[in-house]
C-alpha cells in the first residue's frame, strides 16, 4: 500500500453512497435523465440573482488593474466591511472588518475555524443528523467527533449535548436551517444552548465555542427568522455560504465572522487568518469577493423553494410518509416506512428515485430528499414514491 | 488559553516576516507608496492576457444554466479533458481527463496531494531553500518534514536527498522553476532524482512520490524549457496554478496531474478527489475552471518579466552583490553582504527597500527579491541597494 492508508478506509465507507451514485448514472443512461428523479443532491437549481450577473458583466468588462491578484488573506477590506455592515445591521453588534474574514464556501470556513481552534484530541460536539461532512472537517485538524442526538422534531436537546460535554470540549457545531431536516432552531433553543455552553464553561474553567454553520439562513419559508447566534453567546463563530442565497455554489466563495466579544478576539482572528493561509486556500476566489461586496441584500428567490417544498410536502403526506416540514434549506428527512434505509433507497432505486440514506447522517430509518430540483421531477416523482410505501406495507 | 496551542505557535513564529510587511506599511504611510521599493510579494503585476479578458466577458455575457452550480469534485470533464490534452502533446505521453483534478491553485493542489498520501508520522523530503508554506502543508496531513540542502547553484544534490529517506519517506516535494531562486532543474537533475526514487523504493520495497510543484513553468527565460517530471518518473504527481501563466492568483485556479503510469493509480485519483472534498474545497472555482478550459496555449508576455530580472540583475552585478541568475520565476536570491540575512533586511528597510530574509525559506545568508513589480520600482531601488552593500562594506 501506497497512499494513504487513512484516506483509502475514508474512501471505501463512504463507497456506499457512491455506488448509488452510480447507479443513478446507469438508470439516467438506460432511461433517460428526465426519467429519473434525482434527489440526491444539494446543488441548487435556480439561476443566479440578476443583480449577480450584472455586476458579474460589469466587473468582466472593468478594467480594474490586477483584479485577479492575491488579496489580503483576510480578503478584500471592502467586501469585508460590507459584510460586517450587513451583520451589524440585522444584529445590532459592532461588527468591523477585521472579524470578517473571506472564505472558500463554508466548508472552506469550517476548516480554517477548527483548525484555528483545535489542538489534536480536542473534542467537537455535532447534533445528529448532520452534514455529512462534519467528521471528515474535524478529523483533517486532529479532533474527535463527539455526538449529541436531537429530540423528535430536530431541535437540539439541550441534556444530549450537556451529556457529551467533557473537559476535552472545544466546539459545538450547529447548523439552522438544517442540512438535513430543514429544521430552523428557534431563538429559545439557541438561548438553551448559549446558557449550557456558559455554565459549562465557567464549571470546566474553559471556553467553549459555538460555530454556526449557516449556509441556508437567507433560504427559510413561512415568514421564520433565524435568530442571531452572535447576539445569544459571546464565543459565536459564523460558517457562511453564498452558495444558496445566490445560486453559486460551485464559485466557493463565503465568510468566517467573529463575535467581536470572543475571548482573546485578536489572536482567534489572527489564527483564522494564518489558517486560511496555511490550508492552502490562501484568500477567497478574488472576483466573487469583489461581485459579492454590492450585493448584501440581494437573494433568489425563495418562494421559488417554497413551492417546491410545498408540493413534495403535500404530495409524500398523501402517501402516507411521515415527517417534520422543513422551515427552512432545502431537504425533505422523512422517516423510511421501513427500518433499514439502505434497503428503502433501493425500493425507491426501483422506482427511478434517488435519494439518500439516512445512515449517510448518522441518522438510520430516516432519507433524505434534497428538492432544489425542477417542479416537474417533484410532481412526476410523486407516484413512484407512492408505490415505493405501498410495496414497503404489504406483508 | 483557548485557541489551537499549535496555531498559536505557529502565528508567533511567522511574526518576523509580519513585522517587516507591517513596517513596510509604515514606511508607504510615510514617504508614499511610490518612494518604497515593495519586492517583498510574489504577486504578479502583469495584466491577464486579452484572450482572458475576452473569454470572462464572453462568458460572464452567456446565460449558461446553472453556471455557478458545484461541479464534480474533480473538476468539468471538459476542463480536465483539455489540460490532458495540453500534457499529451507537450510530453507524449497517454493523458486522459480522470488524470487531472481541477484544484485551488497550486497551494490547494498540494495540500490535496500530501492528504491523500500521508498517513500521521510520514516524512517528506523538501529542497532547501523552499516555498515558505511547504513545512505547514506537510503538517496539516500529520507529516513530517525533512530538509536536503541544495548545491551552490541551488540545483539538487542527489547525495543530499539520499541522506534524507528513510524508511518512512513517503514523498519528495520539488520545485523548478524555484521559488525563491528561480533555478530551473535541468533533465539531468531530474533523471538522477528519478534514479535515486527508485532506487531506493526498490531497496525499502516502498512508494516514493515525486510531487512536483510546477506553478511558474511556464514562466522562463533565454529558451530555458522545464523538463517533464512524468516522463523521467512513474510515481510522480504535477501540482500546477494558472496563477502565473494567466497572472490570476487570487482566483484559486489550478490542477492536479497524475502520472497515468503511477502505482494504484485509481486508487491515488480516487482519494485526490475525496480528498479535495473533505478538505473543504469540494471544487476548483466553477466560472474559472469554463475559462481556462480553452486557453491552455496562452500565457503572459513573458519576455517583461524577462527585462525586471535583467534590469535587477546587472544593477545588482554592479553594486556588488553575488547571485545566481534566475532561469524562471520571478524571484532573485542574492546572498546578503552580511552573515546575518535579518539584519540586512532592516539596512534595506532604511532604504525603503522591503525584501525577505532567506531564513524565512529555510536558507539563512540570503535574502528574497520578488522582482514582479514595476520597471520603475526596480530602477529607482538600484541606489539604495548600492548604498546598502556599501553600508555593509564599511568597517
Redesign the interface.
Known amino acids: 500500500?501506497?497512499?494513504?492508508?487513512?484516506?483509502?478506509a475514508?474512501?471505501s465507507q463512504?463507497s456506499m453512497i457512491r455506488r448509488m451514485f452510480e447507479e443513478g448514472a446507469i438508470l439516467k443512461k438506460k432511461f433517460g435523465a428526465d426519467k429519473v428523479y434525482d434527489f440526491s443532491?444539494g446543488?441548487?437549481?435556480v439561476?443566479?440573482p440578476d443583480e449577480f450577473?450584472r455586476e458579474?458583466?460589469s466587473l468582466?468588462?472593468k478594467n480594474i488593474?490586477?483584479?485577479?491578484?492575491?488579496?489580503p488573506n483576510a480578503g478584500y477590506y471592502e467586501t469585508r466591511q460590507a459584510v460586517a455592515a450587513k451583520i451589524g445591521k440585522t444584529t445590532g453588534l459592532k461588527m468591523s472588518a477585521d472579524h470578517i474574514i473571506m472564505s472558500?464556501?463554508a466548508?472552506?470556513?469550517?476548516?480554517v475555524i477548527l483548525?484555528?481552534?483545535?489542538?489534536?484530541g480536542d473534542e467537537v460536539i455535532v447534533l445528529q443528523p448532520f452534514f455529512v461532512?462534519y467528521p471528515?472537517?474535524i478529523d483533517?485538524?486532529?479532533g474527535i467527533v463527539k455526538y449529541a442526538s436531537t429530540k423528535s422534531d430536530f431541535s437540539p436537546d439541550i441534556e444530549a449535548i450537556d451529556r457529551a460535554i467533557t473537559g476535552k470540549t472545544k466546539a459545538v457545531i450547529i447548523n439552522s436551517p438544517n442540512n438535513p431536516t430543514g429544521k430552523v432552531y428557534s431563538a429559545v433553543n439557541i438561548a438553551d444552548i448559549a446558557l449550557l455552553l456558559t455554565e459549562k464553561g465557567k464549571k470546566l474553567n474553559?471556553?467553549i465555542?459555538l460555530v454556526s454553520d449557516e449556509p441556508y439562513s437567507e433560504i427559510v419559508y413561512d415568514n421564520v427568522t433565524v435568530p442571531s447566534i452572535l447576539k445569544a453567546y459571546k464565543?459565536s463563530i459564523i460558517a457562511y455560504s453564498y452558495s444558496k442565497t445566490l445560486?453559486?455554489?460551485?464559485?466557493?466563495i463565503g465568510y468566517i465572522a467573529v463575535n467581536p466579544t470572543v475571548?482573546?478576539c485578536n489572536?482567534?482572528i489572527?489564527?483564522l487568518i494564518?489558517?486560511t493561509?496555511?490550508?492552502?486556500?490562501?484568500?477567497?476566489?478574488?472576483?466573487?469577493q469583489r461581485i459579492i461586496a454590492g450585493l448584501q441584500d440581494v437573494k433568489v428567490d425563495v418562494d421559488v423553494y417554497q413551492r417546491k417544498r410545498d408540493l413534495l410536502c403535500s404530495g409524500l403526506a398523501a402517501a402516507g410518509y411521515k415527517f417534520e416540514k422543513p422551515e427552512g434549506a432545502f431537504y425533505l428527512f422523512p422517516q423510511t416506512p421501513i427500518p433499514d434505509d439502505v434497503e428503502f433507497i433501493r425500493v425507491l432505486l426501483k422506482r427511478n428515485i434517488l435519494a439518500v440514506p439516512g445512515s449517510g447522517f448518522n441518522c438510520p430509518g430516516y432519507f433524505r430528499i434534497a428538492y432544489c430540483v425542477d417542479d416537474s421531477t417533484i410532481i412526476n416523482s410523486l407516484d413512484g414514491f407512492a408505490k415505493a410505501i405501498d410495496e414497503c406495507r404489504q406483508p
Open positions: 500500500m501506497s497512499i494513504s492508508r487513512k484516506v483509502k475514508a474512501s463512504s443532491l446543488n441548487p437549481n439561476e443566479p450577473k458579474l458583466i468582466a468588462g488593474p490586477l483584479k485577479h491578484g492575491y488579496t472558500c464556501g466548508g472552506g470556513a469550517l476548516n483548525k484555528a481552534l483545535l489542538d489534536p461532512e471528515f472537517y483533517n485538524s486532529g474553559k471556553t465555542y464565543n445560486s453559486l455554489p460551485g464559485e466557493r475571548e482573546e489572536d482567534l489572527n489564527a494564518l489558517c493561509r496555511i490550508l492552502g486556500y490562501v484568500n477567497a476566489p478574488s472576483l466573487m
